[in-house]
């Protein structure tokens, strides 16, 4: 055989075995994952966007200069520290406790994916209380462990008696709690905290991706001694959210153990350096969530003076419920008007209800003058 007849056989030999591979049935999914929806939040293209709870402000300039001169001499060709150690130290500097009682990851969820890859899984139990944050159960789904949900009453504040029933019939090995709650806005007290950690066999996990808006937080609660973790993230406050950074302040012995699930060298230079000059600017950070502080109450007051119902909230976002127009006619009035909410009128247990994110004074102002026209209140 020539090698020109060679190269023709093995060509047809090729052609032969991937015309079979794709004829191949195609692999299912996992048969406790078929069921499950992935994540939406529709990125819509609106000049006033108040979806997702990001800042409305960039991070400082300075920020943004220095990281620029950092990033000019990273060593692109070696691996990034594979223990963050700068970043954990200066995250646990931020709250007093060691770079041991700091867990980072890509964004709180990839936090919240360490912890129930971890402590969840096949055979354990995920309590959460609904409505709250969807990556919650979302992931505890898929490490396999059966998720039990509880339930917020219709002011969705969490009683001490609906933790307790869920606690005491479920056992569950992680608890979440979500403070201030989103999509709610309310804060989970410190009793039900307290409660949680008292009652629960497992790890209580708090969530407090919005934890500075708030007038409390589990931070201080957190020690060598209890199965308390608090989760955080440098999407809201940090102004942050393209960076994908978040954090976990618990006992060094949970975070050792995180550190054996997470894949090595998962936090990239780049947004080790990243973490490590925004921690520098904490004040700017805390004027923003002022700022923003202020205009959600001045929101909140301009949605209550319209048919709409409104609930209190604690964070960078309003949940509220026309009263007299449909929610999904309101959502797509307002984006019509180039003003982007997000539509939970169809999620469980949030009927007819939308949220929008605080944003600057002016997006806020022309995010009212639409609701206000749309609800025929002008
Ligand atoms: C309660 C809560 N936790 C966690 C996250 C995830 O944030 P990130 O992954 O950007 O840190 C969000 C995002 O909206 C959130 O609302």
Redesign the pocket.
Known sequence: MTQTDLRTAMSRNFETSLAKAAAKERLAPRADLVALEGYHSPQVTASVRLN??ESPFPPPAAWQEALADEVASIDFHRYPDRGATELRSAIGHLHGVGPEQIFVAN????V?QTLLLTFAGTGRTVATFEPT?A?HSHIARISGATVVSGERGSDFVLSEQELGRVIDLHQPQVTFL?SPN?PTGVVDSQVLVHQALETAPGIVAV?E??GQFASWSALSLVSEELPLVV?R???KTWSM?AA???YLVGPAWIVNELLKTVLPYHLDAIKQVAGCLALRYEADMRQRVTEVVVERERLTLGIAALPAQVWPSQANFILFRPTAVAAGVVWAALLQRSVLVRNCASWERLEGCLRVTVGTTSENDQFLAALREILGAS
């Open positions: 997702t709870n964004g709180s969820n990839e919240i944050y990556l979500c989103n969530d991706a919005y989760i993230t440098f999407s959210a994908r950074l978040g």
